[in-house]
């Protein structure tokens, strides 16, 4: 009996330690993760949750296509209960389509000019519900337009690189570099980095390992200029005895957690992001990234975020 | 005089250790207390807490509902005024209270069209109020949406079952899966456990008891692919001396509350669920829900949680 | 040099120490605060906090009040412009106004008819005005609405009197019990019980003091049935000298805040409430407020919540 | 080799520690950042901060530009479709384009009088995308609107000046006072104070230094009328040897995060602040900012707060 075979997460990122062959990079960049899920397509599904987190372009697409699709179904109906049972439609069938979309549109809009205007019970039945679907699909818009915007995303730009630099004396540590890359204030910020690696067992298995780093500063108040998040080199680091050619061969990867609080949107955010092996740089340190001005005000380059030079 | 008199909670559940026969669960799988509330209907009715927790089926038939009732009374309000009062009402009595009918309809959605309009001081003053009652109705349909829309719930799979497996060197575990069962990421998990059976006191009296149970990882930052949730039956273990049959006989109940951090919603959120007795396997373990496909990506399959084998 | 002459606040309530003759409680039994506040009216005024915190009744005398004086403030300025400007005006100029009243309501709630619709430039850059106006008005009432209804509050119902109790063996304790009163879940609960009373310092003078109560139980994971909070009145309590008697002489006050996590709502809401020396009975216990029934399901009667039996 | 090379921040503040002559406060007394970022516009811009952060004053000159410039590009549209495809237009040039523009602004605002309305298939379509366009803009003005009501602000008043004042038993101490500027209650506050000076190091340079000061009491349940928050200066206090010179000369700069619940909103808030040497007062200490009125009922009087007498 070993403790092994049941699948219990041996850390705290709910990741498994099995190492598969030619795995790739678990989350990404941007702080997604880089797994498919299968056989849960309608349980997961959210409309809300799709129209709030796609891209700009695709929300305009759908609520464009949702408007006219609708207004096309009930140009339809109008059409074949009957062009007559509009007032003001005119000239022949194709033209009477049109007019028919064109009341639609009026109708769905509630803007109702009424140059064409409905006669007769189904028609008039038809367009007070269509007038109703109207509202609450521009209901529905509204709440996602909010929905979008009130989403409190924290905007942290990190340097590109994770830098080993010389440390206190004689030392060394980990460092990596954010800044605040959104108007609003971020306060009451904390960090918390996992750092993991493939180990070879006493039976020549090889088993990934997961565990968090001792930060010197794992909390700030404010972020006002920029945080370089620094981990000592010290003995009771599992980067210990890491050399630099042991970062690749272990295929090292840093998990990163910020929380804060953002003061704009009265919320606590979060941002993931990670790097891999490659990206870090051995014996380098970075470069600071504001200055005091002749008018005694601090400038902060975002751009210069992540520069480093080497030592 | 004894302390038991007085109706305290001898837990941190909010229960009651009284054990009357035939008592049903008292939470359901899907979270819910299995209480009757008495005497407090309109104390506790909210109209808003209804109309964004109620089904999808319920919530558009209370909507609409309202939009036809709300219509047809000042359908029937115009109609007593006169419907001589609407310019472009013809035809006969029947006709015209459904031409009065169409009119609010044009009005309460305010779409206007104006085939139908009013004159006279006190429709006018009616068709005012009315569009001004539409627009509000429609405004706390837009509230109620948006309300059903942006509450955050955290769907969590649970396996179907709880199982005792064997664990670590000649131990044992009782253990439960559990992964994300939406597209967003829940990331700062927290689990809390509450293992509850009947015992007989010294006295021969029955007497509920309730007991959290120690968790070998009780948080985890990110949940990826699965956490299975791991209680070590040592020897500090409520459930050390239990044999199989005494899951059943002692009317074992266990109760869950995951607390985690939705990072679509921005919010915290809970998840609560229960096991009884039967529910609970002995000598079986989980198998793995997720495996490396060809390109190198982890594939999870939510069809798959909870699946066990015999040991 | 005195401490005492710096007005610093001797206790985490916010309160004072000084102790004025005749002072009337300084929390009500609702949770608010018995305080006047001067020379601020201005600073503290918030239009959107006074909508969201008002009664029904006031919040629609406002929209309703907002809706009317923008309408005739209109139909003057639409009046004075010409009544000939609107097409479709007829009759004497009492009737001219009304007329531009009503024609004021349909370009305000945007139904526009068209019965009635503007001519010249004048009146068409009023009305194109006055219905921006009028989508901008629903806007804001749209939002107030959202906000009283998403507006969380922890609705508890408290037990009307704090108990003095016999507990455990030979002891004492103070007591009082709470239900949630909604129909909504509270999960992780808390409470805060400051004692508060008049005592005498060596100097003769009256001195105000308060002090954190212990407590049995201060979390429960959940809300299902009832809680009955427990202080033990033992050698470290404040209150163990206390005869019955004390109690009104020594003005005490008892305040209470319960915080909790409401599910529905996904919030954490807060829960303010005091009782005075008056409602404190001295050898009483509560009744239980529940019992299981024919079915198995237990009954909570929200009106027994309190009832006490004297011991 | 040095530890000062790479740019870590000193302290929890996000903070540089180099002190470069002429360097303003870093922190303005309204809370926000006295620091210029570059190169990081469009990534930082969003609207919607925009819109919920401006004054009013902006906001409204934004929402009626946006309208007004929306209405004028449709007029010039139409316009150019011809006026002719407009029923009711009449007159000559410029006439037809104020026209336009009319029947564009009851387009956009979906009041649609129908004196005017559109013929032809051109003009048919952008009238209909019109009102689509006129709908998502006023949805966007209610969310903008909702966003900018519903954001919690901690409106505290500080008192001008930091005195330090006789305390204890011979002692001194730091003092602020605040009180909460707002008719909602603040309850669950924390404060966190830190105070940051010039010093000379051993080599002669100038380094900011950071300590977060030690408070009285840091936390307060409920803020009912003021709170003074108090820094002992004793021998642990950083602050210890500083003659009433040292204030200026070293430049001091005390940082002031206060954290609240606000009752209201059910959100937690953030108050920042910030005093400078000059706001300093040496042997001074505050009045009380309030009063029992003759009906035994407490007054503050908000313009009091941070009134001191010399001692």
């Known amino acids: 009996m070993e403790k092994s075979k049941t699948p219990t997460p041996s850390n705290n990122l709910g990741f498994d330690n099995k190492v598969d062959s030619g795995k790739k990079r678990t989350i990404n960049p941007d702080g997604s993760f880089n797994i498919i899920r299968k056989n849960n397509f309608w349980q997961e599904f959210s409309l809300f949750r799709l129209a709030i987190t796609c891209k700009w372009r695709i929300y305009w697409i759908i609520v464009l296509s949702v408007y006219l699709i609708l207004n096309f179904l009930f140009a339809f109906i109008y059409y074949n209960i009957g062009a007559e049972n509009i007032s003001g439609i005119t000239g022949n069938n194709c033209n009477q389509f049109w007019q028919c979309f064109f009341f639609s549109l009026q109708t769905f809009t509630t803007v109702g000019y009424g140059g064409l205007h409905p006669l007769g019970m189904i028609t008039n039945a038809v367009a007070g519900f269509e007038a109703f679907l109207g509202l609450m699909t521009f209901a529905l818009a509204t709440g996602t337009l909010y929905g979008r915007f009130s989403r409190p995303e924290a905007k942290i730009k990190y340097s590109n690189n994770v830098v080993v630099s010389p440390y206190g004396n004689e030392g060394k540590a980990l460092m990596f570099m954010l800044c605040n890359n959104s108007k609003g204030n971020l306060v009451e910020l904390s960090a918390k980095i996992n750092f993991s690696w493939v180990d070879i067992d006493v039976h020549g298995n ?34 210990y005895k890491f050399t630099p050619e042991d970062y690749i061969k272990k295929d090292v990867e840093i998990f990163i957690l910020i929380t804060a609080y953002d003061d704009t949107f009265a919320q606590i955010v979060h941002s993931r992001s990670s790097y891999t092996a490659t990206e870090i740089i051995y014996g380098a340190k970075f470069k600071r990234a504001f200055y005091t001005n002749d008018d005694g005000l601090q400038v902060l380059d975002v751009s210069n975020i992540g520069e480093y030079e080497k030592v």
Chains 1, 2, 3, 4 share one sequence.
Do not use: G, Y
Request: proline fraction near 3%.
């Open 206 to 239: 090889s088993l990934r390992k997961f565990e968090v780093l001792h930060l010197e500063l794992d909390k700030i108040s404010m972020l006002a200029l920029t945080w370089t998040i620094v981990h000592e080199i010290n003995e009771e680091s599992p980067v």
